[in-house]
């Protein structure tokens, strides 16, 4: 309840900001700019008390123009953006930027007639060389996101931007962004025809660790054995031979070099014989662990092969997040053009300012920003867990009805200031982050190096802190899914329910996430494979690796949708299995798991009693012998 309550007066604050924001903003102010006088650019303006210039329509003058043309020069000098509400020189609005270079004041005049566009502030009708009345000179401008800015500069800017691309375009003979762009917009049909592609193989890779969960898993850790002995015979190998030679050296050419190569290839076939060997012991420790995790492999399986629409939870998450963050950018526009007009009554000019009580709005937004993103991801979380939670404890399998939907009335209706504090805890781990890296970048190059060490510090705990936090969060909504508790209960059985099966979580955590890594991996070597084949018959595509990227980087992005609900899945699954062993007894309480699972369970109790009595009779011998 007091979840709920705090969610809800949170969210009325973030309403009340952005209509805060909505009702005093106004985002013409940042596309088109403002002039001196406070008015908007291709807009119609009210007048401002002591501001003769101000008020006017401005409609169609939709660009600004500094009158004082070493202003961009300033900016690239000093690396200081400017706010867009207010600038220390004089600015005007206009219809088009200057296109020609005019050096007399009767070349000037003519060229206002004949355009209709004056170069002077408002109040002045004929031309004077002056930067505080008129532009001075008159030089070629071009319009850069509605801002006229010197061709001087332009060519300024592309001069430093372009560096790499001009070394490239040298190599390849022309302009290398036009071909990229020609390349993508020629090869767009075939990538599209890859993301179909990608989609069908994460299907297969899907089906496939359901089917060979058990081959797929086995094969790894064998060829990661096989790849640690050979690395360690290797080394060894490596060592005895530059040993052999070494010694076999006249004592003249025994120099330090090659009797510093022989000890490195000491050190690194000790190093490698280690780490075999703690590989070896873990797995040998861990290997009725593996088991497990082959059997939540299928298992997962299993479960989206009855849940099948579970798998594009991903892309209703990822439409949802765009159009909230696309709105929650909009307010944020408002929120920055929220300034009132401060008018400087000797130059009577204008310049909006913001209130400094709206630098903690402009705070609280970011921060309702965080917390909303997590909040729509946490949300995929719990429908995801709902479903499968659901699955698990269902004794009929076949008359599942629709777990999704109960899913989301369960968050509607129960679990939303759960979930909603979740999220909150992730936001503020994040926002101190985001704080943090804020210090960073002032203090950047006006602080020590203990300073910089110890926030970089700070920086690595926070970050690890909040995957700390992700994960525990995941499984507390697993908890809240399977028994409805609150967060703070179902974080708490969660993370203890963790500790009680560290072994069997670290073999999941480990094996399990780098075969799906593996199935991302396979998924984007079909694509790279068939795209290198579609684009080879392209004579009008300059670079192939342009389009195979844009390909590459669809492909991994729709296995992750795919098989990060294949990891929930199974996150869920082990949950639901360790609280389904320790709720019931198998006799007068039934287990709910499946009989593949129940067989394991039976399995490994038998070598756990085997062990014991074992233990018990060697325990016995040993009282006997005394």
Known sequence: MLETITGGSAVFKLVYVAYRGVSQGDPYR??????????????????????????????????????????????????????????????????????????????????????????????????????????????????????????????????????FTSLLSGISGGSFTQKVISDLKNTWVEI??????????????????????????????????????????YSWYCWYRFDTRYKGLPADQQTEAERERTQTWLIYAAVTSAITLVLLLVLLIMRKRIQLVVQLFKEAGKALKCVPCLLLQPVWTLLILVGTVGGLVLIAVYIETSGQPNVNNQTQTVSYEMEKSWEYVRWYHIFGFLWISAFIVACQDFVIASAIATWYFKRDKSSMGCPIATAVWRIIRYHMGSIAFGSFIIAVVRLARLILAYIQSRLRGKSGPVVDFVLKVLQCCLWCFEKFLAYLNRNAYIEIAIFGHSFCTGAKKAFLLILENALRVAAINSIGDFVLFLGKLSTMAVVLVVGNEFFQGHEDVNFVFVPLTVSCAFAYAISHCFLLVYEITIDTIFLCFCEDCKENDGINKPYYMSTDLLNYMQKTSKIMNMDKQKKKKKEETDLATV
């Open 30 to 163: 940042l596309v088109y700019g403002v002039d001196s006088w406070g008015n908007v650019c291709d807009r119609k303006n009210t007048p401002i008390p002591g501001v003769p210039l101000s008020g006017r329509d401005m409609s169609g003058k939709k660009r600004t123009l500094h009158l004082d043309p070493g202003y961009y020069t300033e900016l690239l000098k000093t690396h200081i953006i400017p706010s867009f509400s207010s600038d220390p020189d004089i600015v005007v609005c206009l219809s088009h930027c200057p296109n020609e270079t005019l050096s007399s004041s009767a070349e000037v005049d003519a060229y206002m007639a004949r355009t209709n566009t004056s170069l002077c502030r408002y109040d002045t009708s004929a031309y004077v060389s002056d930067d505080d009345i008129c532009l001075t000179p008159v030089k070629p401008h071009t319009s850069v996101f509605w801002r006229c800015i010197p061709d001087s500069v332009v060519m300024m800017v592309k001069g430093m931007s372009g560096s």
């Open 192 to 233: 599209l025809y890859l993301a179909a592609i990608a989609f069908g193989t994460s299907v297969v890779v899907v089906v496939l660790m359901w089917l060979l969960a058990a081959v797929i898993i086995w094969m790894l850790i064998f060829a990661v054995i096989a790849f640690s002995i050979g690395a360690s015979g």
